[in-house]
């Protein structure tokens, strides 16, 4: 039995290897190549022949499902390239730049420009992806007049993308925690809730989503800037260099003169683009026109395609409609803008793809079903549960780089046990551990997508983004363990809010006391 379970525990050495790796050569594709390799030898004990099909299979499985396209993974593929493409004709259009100069008129400080940055990606709340894509592609023109980093600007878009779309029920995760949800509340006899009214519930429960919201607006007016974070933004705001040379894109041609319509339009052509089509495939799907129910059914890969369509097209509208008498672009012009779009996207096209295939061979590997089982084993305290279960979740997502993977286990596992020990009454704050816990996890993995798209839509370096980012989620994640310990020995949501206003109210008043921010022009 003992050797049965030291066996077991050598799943989790491919996704330790790899985190390691990223954080010690920064080189992310490397890293999750041996980390594939290391998955894949673990998983056929070491034969070279197994491992070597076994990690092509694996990447064909991403490309190919049951004969089929698998447009799940395409589409998004195909979206980011499409994302590229558009990206360069608005610049190209000088729709950028017209939108800057527009902007500059009505956001006059820098922290107005991260303000506006971090305010858009609580907006945009509908899909964590859709918030990481398109929130920078606003804000980017504003924050990069304002010498913001783009480290800074990543970690904005990626604090505002996955928290704000887990405690919101009108949304693509929404639908998906209450169908986890409905059947543990029927077991733990709690009938009388419905899985909406269960999730409204959950939501102050969420602590470290909570926590990382409020952290960003205190590190927006404060510039609270520490370590990696205030080394990116000293060099962007004394030196002007917002992101790492070789990040930096071939020169394209601007029109002269052009209109803030020129990026506006696309993006807003975007926006409802996608939005008409998560209604449209939630609908064909469920055949319901319930909101909840159409968003527990839409299909955002299908949708992201029909938007970045229309994004594209109206971007090239505009570009024609500002070039078409301007000597200095042709049709030479025109090939570049499409070949320079998609060259932009090659990078992070190629890291996503590793990064999901490490996260299927984690999951062949089982990683995340002994993290789930050493909960389910372990003999402590009711009250305790909620804070172990979020240490857990953080640590599951971390190593498997999916918040989706750690609610898909951890929500039964968890849920099933306060079940046994019939505590009803933390049924809800131990799932909104694992909510949190998920989130946390996506925070710190250099090999989660939504992390991974964050970066690329805001220009930053990935490893550089998550490094960065990683010291606030601390702060985030320790405020939100301590309230989860006070709320599973009480029960009281509103003591454990409380206690979280404490522990922020004590982090400003030390901000004010022992932190010097870095000095700037802004009045």
Same mark, same amino acid.
């Given at each position: 039995?003992?050797?049965?379970?030291?066996?077991?525990?050598?799943?989790?050495?491919?996704?330790?290897?790899?985190?390691i790796l990223v954080l010690l050569t920064r080189r992310v594709d490397l890293s999750l190549g041996i980390g594939i390799l290391t998955s894949a030898i673990v998983i056929t004990n070491g034969n070279i022949g197994e491992t070597l099909s076994k990690i092509w299979h694996t990447f064909i499985d991403l490309i190919i499902e049951d004969g089929w396209l698998n447009t799940w993974s395409a589409y998004i593929l195909i979206f980011l390239a499409l994302l590229g493409i558009m990206s360069a004709f608005m610049s190209m259009s000088g729709g950028a730049r017209a939108f800057t100069s527009y902007a500059m008129t009505k956001v006059k400080t820098r922290t107005g420009a991260l303000l506006l940055s971090g305010v858009l990606g609580i907006i945009i709340f509908i899909d964590d992806y859709f918030s990481a894509i398109i929130t920078p592609q606003v804000s980017k023109p504003l924050t990069d007049k304002y010498r913001v980093s783009r480290a800074k600007l990543a970690y904005l878009v990626d604090t505002t993308a996955s928290p704000i779309a887990v405690i919101m029920p009108v949304s693509s995760w929404g639908a998906t925690i209450m169908g986890l949800t409905a059947p543990l509340l029927v077991a733990a006899g709690l009938t009388h809730i419905t899985p909406f009214e269960s999730f409204l519930y959950i939501i102050p429960l969420n602590f470290y989503s909570l926590s990382a919201l409020l952290l960003m607006f205190v590190v927006i007016f404060t510039n609270f800037d520490i370590f990696g974070m205030k080394k990116e933004e000293t060099r962007a705001i004394k030196d002007g260099i917002l992101y790492d040379n070789e990040l930096e894109e071939d020169e394209l041609p601007v029109a002269y003169h052009s209109s803030k319509n020129a990026l506006i339009v696309p993006l807003v052509g975007l926006v409802v683009g996608v939005l008409a089509g998560m209604i449209y495939t939630g609908i064909k799907e469920s055949g319901s026109l319930n909101p909840l129910i159409i968003l527990e059914n839409n299909s955002i890969t299908h949708a992201l395609i029909f938007g970045g369509i229309i994004g594209v097209v109206l971007a090239v509208m505009y570009y024609y409609r500002f070039t078409k008498q301007d000597d200095n672009f042709s049709s030479h012009e025109t090939w570049l803008g499409f070949k320079n779009g998609i060259e932009a996207m090659i990078g992070p096209i190629i890291v996503l793809i590793l990064a999901w295939m490490t996260g299927e061979l984690i999951g062949e590997l089982g990683t995340g079903e002994l993290l789930g089982e050493m909960v389910k084993n372990s003999n402590i305290e009711a009250a305790f549960l909620p804070a172990i279960v979020f240490i857990v979740a953080c640590i599951m997502a971390l190593t498997t780089g999916t918040s989706w993977g750690s609610f898909g286990i951890l929500v039964p596992i968890a849920g099933n046990i306060i079940i046994t020990l019939e505590a009803p009454e933390?049924?809800?704050?131990? &799932? #909104? /551990?694992?909510?949190?816990?998920?989130?946390?996890?996506?925070?710190?993995?250099?090999?989660?997508?939504?992390?991974?798209?964050?970066?690329?839509?805001?220009?930053?370096?990935?490893?550089?983004?998550?490094?960065?980012?990683?010291?606030?989620?601390? &702060? #985030? /994640?320790t405020i939100s363990l301590v309230s989860f310990l006070v709320v599973g020995f009480t029960t009281s949501t509103a003591l454990g809010l409380l206690v979280m206003a404490g522990l922020f109210i004590i982090l400003i008043l030390l901000i004010k006391v022992l932190y010097r921010p870095i000095e700037t022009t802004e009045k």
């Amino acid at each position: 039995m003992d050797a049965v379970l030291n066996w077991t525990y050598i799943s989790l050495i491919p996704p330790l290897i790899t985190l390691i790796l990223v954080l010690l050569t920064r080189r992310v594709d490397l890293s999750l190549g041996i980390g594939i390799l290391t998955s894949a030898i673990v998983i056929t004990n070491g034969n070279i022949g197994e491992t070597l099909s076994k990690i092509w299979h694996t990447f064909i499985d991403l490309i190919i499902e049951d004969g089929w396209l698998n447009t799940w993974s395409a589409y998004i593929l195909i979206f980011l390239a499409l994302l590229g493409i558009m990206s360069a004709f608005m610049s190209m259009s000088g729709g950028a730049r017209a939108f800057t100069s527009y902007a500059m008129t009505k956001v006059k400080t820098r922290t107005g420009a991260l303000l506006l940055s971090g305010v858009l990606g609580i907006i945009i709340f509908i899909d964590d992806y859709f918030s990481a894509i398109i929130t920078p592609q606003v804000s980017k023109p504003l924050t990069d007049k304002y010498r913001v980093s783009r480290a800074k600007l990543a970690y904005l878009v990626d604090t505002t993308a996955s928290p704000i779309a887990v405690i919101m029920p009108v949304s693509s995760w929404g639908a998906t925690i209450m169908g986890l949800t409905a059947p543990l509340l029927v077991a733990a006899g709690l009938t009388h809730i419905t899985p909406f009214e269960s999730f409204l519930y959950i939501i102050p429960l969420n602590f470290y989503s909570l926590s990382a919201l409020l952290l960003m607006f205190v590190v927006i007016f404060t510039n609270f800037d520490i370590f990696g974070m205030k080394k990116e933004e000293t060099r962007a705001i004394k030196d002007g260099i917002l992101y790492d040379n070789e990040l930096e894109e071939d020169e394209l041609p601007v029109a002269y003169h052009s209109s803030k319509n020129a990026l506006i339009v696309p993006l807003v052509g975007l926006v409802v683009g996608v939005l008409a089509g998560m209604i449209y495939t939630g609908i064909k799907e469920s055949g319901s026109l319930n909101p909840l129910i159409i968003l527990e059914n839409n299909s955002i890969t299908h949708a992201l395609i029909f938007g970045g369509i229309i994004g594209v097209v109206l971007a090239v509208m505009y570009y024609y409609r500002f070039t078409k008498q301007d000597d200095n672009f042709s049709s030479h012009e025109t090939w570049l803008g499409f070949k320079n779009g998609i060259e932009a996207m090659i990078g992070p096209i190629i890291v996503l793809i590793l990064a999901w295939m490490t996260g299927e061979l984690i999951g062949e590997l089982g990683t995340g079903e002994l993290l789930g089982e050493m909960v389910k084993n372990s003999n402590i305290e009711a009250a305790f549960l909620p804070a172990i279960v979020f240490i857990v979740a953080c640590i599951m997502a971390l190593t498997t780089g999916t918040s989706w993977g750690s609610f898909g286990i951890l929500v039964p596992i968890a849920g099933n046990i306060i079940i046994t020990l019939e505590a009803p009454e933390l049924l809800l704050v131990t &799932i #909104a /551990a694992v909510l949190a816990g998920g989130v946390f996890g996506d925070h710190c993995s250099p090999i989660s997508d939504s992390t991974i798209l964050s970066s690329t839509g805001s220009g930053s370096d990935h490893i550089v983004h998550v490094i960065t980012q990683i010291p606030y989620a601390m &702060i #985030a /994640a320790t405020i939100s363990l301590v309230s989860f310990l006070v709320v599973g020995f009480t029960t009281s949501t509103a003591l454990g809010l409380l206690v979280m206003a404490g522990l922020f109210i004590i982090l400003i008043l030390l901000i004010k006391v022992l932190y010097r921010p870095i000095e700037t022009t802004e009045k």
